[in-house]
């Protein structure tokens, strides 16, 4: 058996081995398969661009929209697509076809059966250009590289790396925060940092993967300020001066890092000239040494509710100023000669849409859509009415909640804005942790896909944790297969990816999880039903007795773990194992959900910290999967108790 190679590229060098070692797991006995560079390659597994072979791309743009093409017999054929990275997706939807399942990050999520190679026909346009993950929670290196192989081997095509360097993700895994009491911490450097972004960064070379890069941090960087995320050594911020402090947005009559030390989250004097100027030479000098940047994403600051007050500033809104810059932007890399994309985003206090000001040379920018306050209890429909929006005040706005509304204020952009939009979102952030059965968040996924087709969305990134296992990977799972086929059946997807990381017995968990959302109900543990919001956003004392009942669901995953020890493969090995820790996790939640539920407030308290500690004890057997980080943060929303209590957090 021989691959050939029509063309010399590296992602197709990467997708012909990746070819070679499934065939030969798949088919051990059957000896060396062969790669050969032959451009006019007749026979054997032929890799190469739709246009290699003759055949029609149908991509508006071919560096941006996959194309997969397989046309395969037992003994080869065409694997092509629209540009490299998509012949790599035909060699994995080849061996998908024929029984491969890539269920988790690592080796331990492969499934690779043991058969013949069957032949395959099939031809896709991927539903949506953009699809994909940004870092966010806590990370290991480890994790990191991981999951750019996972992401290629779902058919996602972006990895977002946000901020300079991430320090305060990386930070959160080394120093083990929220779990101090059981792992030393090994903080890392800046420079070690930088470094394995620029490893990630060739993982995604390697694959062909859209890299869309920064984000925030852009409005400290250019005056000297630090511009990474994660605690500022108080040294450091000591040795600001009252000159660059100067640029800083005046609010309250100050000019003065926002929320006390944080300049990732304080905005400048946009109205300035020469604080404008200095935003773009920033950028432009970056964009001019980052050719491998497919995307670079220039956003203001991370706070809310501090642009500035002085009086040329407000003489216009924040949206306003901002795509002023754009221009500017835009202007000085035209100047430059560099064709850079640039990513603008509708996020806080840009929610609101300019009043003056057009971004004059649509086709260098895309708009990102982030409804970080968006209600995760419902999901765009061609049916959904979006009420008026809400009045601009200036550092005073009122905040869109519920998705309808957030969605209003995307269609007033809309209305000014021709260019293409796709949406950064939040499902994997906060909220997977407050669905305690996973199953809500998966189904909230898929609807909010489908519902792209009526936002005029062209798919998602997700701000969200790269360690989105626990009990399971099915949201993650779902997520891509819909962004990749907008008419894929949930329940089909769901019972194939439950039957592959269970086997058999599969339905005997999925019933246990459904029994555990109908208990924790994720809308209640969003903080969206409490029977007095005054007293709590979870205090409603009829719940109580349903946490209760969690320990009997928790006393039937321990015994379904336990029942399953020797398994066939090892994701169906691991996804048992994880049932196991799931049981004690389903009952430290219930605890503290149950006192929350009563109004028992500093109760909660301690068994919020009993839980980090105690189930801190297992992150370091299951961390591949699971983000006590993020649980830790989450945590601390959840034991808010009410000022009047004489606690807020």
Not at 611 to 633: A, M, V
Request: with cysteine.
């Amino acid at each position: 058996m021989k691959i050939c190679k029509l063309r010399a590229n590296h992602v197709i060098d990467h997708a012909a081995e990746e070819l070679k070692k499934y065939l030969r797991m798949m088919m051990p006995e059957d000896g060396e398969v062969e790669i050969l560079f032959d451009p006019k390659g007749e026979s054997g597994f032929r890799l190469g661009l739709l246009e290699d072979f003759g055949l029609e791309n149908e991509a508006e743009d071919v560096a941006l929209d996959d194309v997969i093409h397989v046309d395969t017999d037992k003994n080869g054929g065409i694997l092509a697509g629209s540009n490299p990275r998509s012949v790599l997706f035909a060699v994995y939807r080849l061996l998908r076809e024929n029984g491969c399942r890539w269920l988790y990050p690592g080796v331990d999520g492969d499934f690779v059966p043991v058969k013949p190679i069957e032949g395959v026909k099939y031809h896709k346009l991927a539903d949506h250009r953009f699809r994909g993950f940004c870092n966010e929670g806590s990370e290991s290196q480890q994790c990191m590289m991981e999951v750019a192989d996972y992401y290629a081997k779902l058919e996602m095509n972006v990895y977002m790396m946000e901020w300079f360097i991430p320090r305060g993700y990386y930070n959160r895994y080394y120093d083990h925060k929220f779990n101090e009491k059981n792992r030393r911490p090994e903080s890392v450097s800046d420079q070690q940092i930088r470094q394995w972004k620029v490893a990630i960064e060739a993982e995604i070379s390697k694959r062909g993967l859209m890299f869309h890069d920064i984000g925030h941090g852009w409005m400290t960087k250019p005056f000297g300020m630090p511009a990474n995320n994660g605690k500022i050594p108080e040294e450091i911020l000591n040795a600001i001066t009252p000159e660059q402090k100067s640029v800083l947005a005046l609010v309250d009559g100050k000019r003065e890092f926002h929320k006390g030390n944080a300049p990732i989250f304080t905005n400048v004097c946009m109205s300035r000239e020469d604080v404008r100027a200095g935003v773009v030479r920033e950028i432009a000098d970056y964009a001019e040494k980052s050719a491998h940047v497919d995307y670079v994403h220039v956003w203001l600051a991370d706070g809310t509710r501090n642009h500035c007050e002085c009086e040329e500033c407000l003489k216009k809104t924040p949206s306003d100023w901002y795509l002023m810059i754009m221009n500017e932007l835009d202007e000085e890399l035209t100047r430059r000669k560099l064709d850079t994309r640039i990513v603008f985003i509708v996020y806080v206090d840009t929610f609101w849409p300019p009043k003056e000001v057009t971004i004059k040379n649509p086709r260098r920018f895309s708009l990102l859509y982030a409804p970080i306050f968006r209600s995760y209890s419902s999901s765009v429909t061609e049916n959904t009415v979006t009420p008026p929006t809400k009045p601009f005040v200036h550092n005073k706005w009122e905040t869109p909640v519920s998705t309808e509304e957030n969605f209003a204020y995307l269609k007033e952009w809309q209305k000014i804005w021709p260019g293409p939009c796709f949406s950064y979102e939040y499902h994997f952030w906060r909220h997977q942790y407050l669905d305690v059965g996973s199953l809500a968040i998966a189904r909230r996924i898929y609807e909010d896909i489908l519902g792209l087709k009526w936002m005029k969305l062209d798919g998602f990134v997700e701000d969200g944790s790269q360690r989105s296992g626990f009990p399971n990977a099915f949201p993650v799972y779902i997520y891509a297969e819909t962004l990749m086929n907008r008419d894929c059946d949930y329940e089909a997807v769901l019972e194939d990816y439950y039957s592959h990381i269970y086997g058999k017995d599969w339905k005997d968990v999925l019933n246990l999880l459904e029994a555990v959302e109908k208990l924790f109900d994720f809308d209640y543990m969003e903080g969206e039903k409490s029977a007095d919001p005054a007293i709590g956003p979870f205090y409603d004392p009829a719940r109580a007795p349903s946490f209760d009942r969690v320990f009997e669901l928790s006393a039937r995953a321990r015994a379904l773990s336990l029942a399953h020890t020797v398994m066939p493969t090892r994701p169906q090995t691991v996804s048992w194992a994880l049932l196991e820790y799931y049981a004690e996790y389903l009952e430290r939640w219930a605890a503290v959900m149950k006192e929350k539920a009563l109004g028992n407030d500093y109760r909660a308290l301690e068994l919020i910290e009993e839980f980090k500690n105690e189930f801190g004890r297992h992150e370091i057997y299951i961390e591949r999967y699971y983000d006590h980080g993020l649980l830790g943060h989450i945590l601390g929303h959840v034991k808010k108790i009410n000022k009047k209590q004489g606690i807020v957090w």
